[in-house]
């Protein structure tokens, strides 16, 4: 799977980078909300009582946690590297991160991330917001080969809520987002009393905020529906049609590049407040109650170093939960447990170089093979193959049992047929070369 | 590097493992000797006083720290797993570990380790300490092409050392592996000097384990000398026979199919005491004060739960300080800084889709290919390609400016011919496919 991702994410040319995995406790603290999930590290042998004295002098800056993002070490990456990057730099980045949080169904404490970012110095031009989660589908869309169910991105744009909410007169921008972010949780009533009674917003303007995030569809209507319930409510913005012209150039482009992939959903908030411009969520069809399993948006504000700032966008596929699901669901399995495509038979310990050098054959032509551990009977050899799902065993060859030359045979365990075999020009089916991984029912 | 690591591994037929980046302190330090290096775990909202009261009372059970190495987790999984594992069980394993060392050259507090090791179940025959050095050799020989120097693997077996000490009448067989350990760094006239006063050694005695220290080679002259200095002591012993009829074996393997790599080294020590037979060092040729790249050897015990024991093979390679090796003796260099061979003009936003349609029908043929950030002067196009090593330039088709029909071309910028081309068709040159790490002479 990750092989799989990270083509696709260099045949769109994102170059891969890694960064350590501790980054400095007060940047990973910057955004606040997060503190309670960072691990924090310490040395054993470190002086206990100047880990003590730091932590209660709240010297962040001299402690170390263990990144719970790509995003954070990604923005620290560009500032001290803004010399060296040539900008719009497109980055791939696969690696565990860690949050300290109960874990459950799809929830780990350790898990892999896999993120795309694309990001300029002081410009962003917004035709990335339409790339890059169509980078995605395709990269998802990969997956399918091995069992990855069908999955549904849904977009929308901060700049449609901003100017609708301010339109109806509503300022707390974050707040009505906050309470329409509950939408799947608690439902339209109790958001509906959640914005009368938090945001300040009249029975009317709550109930036009929640026809706008009933609003969904893959097509022009879209744009077209939001204009009207604007109109209805008296609603007019240029911030609301800027984003209206954006989602709509995002739409339309999906529809002829993944078609049926990518959809409007006006109810997409993104808890995190610093999305500018379009929010991404995706979701597993047949799957939704897992929750997003790549999300991400526009910022304008990745990092900023005083002089220069950096804007981006990007998304974070949660890989780990990804293939939680495809495992407790059953939606895949592998073609066997080992990379072995054959097993080379030992017909005697003093006859194991012969052995060998049939697997130094294969193995020079590509083809993973490994020589039995001992000179046991055939039958068990065989065995040991067959436990290991390994298709193929090799017979080298030999003197018989009555003095006669027999030649090296291979054995497909799976069909019982033995063949006589060369080892300079033998080959397994394409198929059974490598284990693959496959949807279950194949 | 990694993948082609991982390939040799898997055409051996090893399974790839990962284990969590955590794992219970008691078991990190279980070998008592490493606790320094540890870095212990706490959540960052954990209430402090119930961490600090673990710490005071010991209760490491409940403590989590990050490994130091892929062994002792590697023993954890086996006794986790044992009732899956189909024994002899062989995996690899690429990981980075965490250190609290002082960092310097080659030394770091992140670190990769690519490790393979072949367990069993109770016993584990001595071929395959034959077979997995030379596994080694393989796959360090794949990185030659690209720059890695030539590799030398210095082998010993610790029942020639041991078999030898005895028979000498030195029983403080760890005492004197200690010493002859420190032969590189403190010379023999210092290490003689230790032999006497720390194991009680005469100087004749001394003197003898300094011979026997001085020999290496890679050819059956190694076991007539060891034994010609034997008699020479009036040494007799069936444990320093045993050692030397191993280590010849696997001098004869390797001489046939690693010839010139693997070196017969007397003094190979190993520092850890848990080595029972062969022991593993390697060096880089012309880069041997960097020290060992991939160490390891033979365990009989990796892991036991009492009713059975795991013996092991196994060795390490320190990917890191390899990598830090050649890029600072600048043996190597990318063609490349991204995976784009091609960069698609853009010869206005309005015609964005067209050049984004050449893109799609080169990625569809596994050309990895980007589409120009804006359009801008194609001059400036170009630029943005040549600062990133990019060798083609498309030039979508379109209309002239004087109206004439101008078809597809694409403009190799190094030697700045340019061709009509089709993106049905057309493909670089498989050496310009995907950025490549090459001889820094190259």
């Avoid at 497109?90 to 109960?102: A, L, N, P, S, T």
């Avoid at 980078?135 to 990969?142: R, S």
């Avoid at 319930?229 to 049609?241: I, K, M």
């Avoid at 590509?366 to 001992?374: D, F, K, L, R, T």
């Amino acid at each position: 799977m990750l092989d799989t991702l990270r083509r696709t994410f260099e045949l769109h040319g994102f170059a891969g980078i890694e960064t350590r995995a501790v980054e400095p406790l007060d940047q990973l603290l910057r955004k606040g909300e997060t503190s309670k999930e960072v691990y924090v590290l310490r040395r054993l042998q470190e002086e206990a009582a100047e880990g003590a004295a730091d932590e209660r002098s709240g010297k962040a800056d001299k402690q170390l946690g263990l990144h719970f993002d790509l995003t954070v070490p990604f923005a620290r990456y560009v500032l001290e590297n803004a010399g060296h990057l040539a900008f719009p730099f497109k980055r791939h980045q696969i690696q565990k991160v860690w949050r300290g949080e109960r874990p459950q169904d799809g929830r780990f404490r350790e898990f892999v991330q896999a993120d795309i970012d694309v990001v300029g110095a002081g410009e962003l031009p917004y035709h990335f917001e339409v790339e890059l989660p169509l980078v995605m589908a395709e990269a998802l869309g990969e997956l399918r080969a091995i069992g990855v169910p069908e999955v549904r991105i849904l977009v929308n744009n901060r700049k449609v809520a901003e100017g609708f909410y301010r339109g109806l007169g509503l300022d707390d921008v974050e707040g009505v987002l906050r309470s329409i972010d509950k939408l799947d949780k608690i439902g339209p009533d109790k958001v509906g009393a959640l914005l009368v009674a938090e945001t300040g917003a009249t029975p009317e303007q709550a109930a036009a905020c929640l026809a706008l995030a009933a609003i969904s569809g893959s097509d022009a209507s879209v744009a077209e529906r939001v204009r009207a319930l604007a109109v209805g409510h008296g609603v007019t913005s240029e911030l609301l049609e800027e984003g209206l012209r954006e989602l709509s150039a995002l739409i339309d482009a999906a529809a002829v590049r993944a078609p049926g992939v990518v959809v409007a959903d006006l109810k997409i908030a993104r808890g995190l407040d610093y999305y500018t411009g379009s929010v991404y969520e995706t979701v597993l069809v047949g799957h939704e109650q897992l929750g997003s399993i790549c999300s991400g948006g526009r910022y304008d504000t990745l990092a900023s170093d005083g002089a220069n700032t950096y804007p981006g966008v990007g998304l974070s596929i949660g890989v780990s939960r990804l293939v939680s699901r495809l495992l407790s669901a059953g939606l895949v399995r592998s073609t066997r447990s080992v990379p072995s495509a054959v097993v080379v038979a030992v017909t005697s310990e003093e006859t194991r170089p012969a052995s060998d050098a049939v697997a130094v054959a294969l193995r020079s032509r590509g083809i993973p093979v490994e020589v039995a551990p001992s000179a046991a009977k055939f039958g068990k050899q065989i065995k040991f193959a067959d436990r290991r799902g390994i298709p193929f065993v090799w017979f080298p060859a030999g003197i018989g049992a009555d003095g006669e030359v027999v030649p090296h045979q291979v054995k497909d365990i799976r069909s019982g047929e033995q063949v006589a075999a060369d080892p300079a020009v033998w080959a397994p089916a394409e198929e059974d070369l490598w284990p693959r991984v496959v949807p279950a029912g194949e």
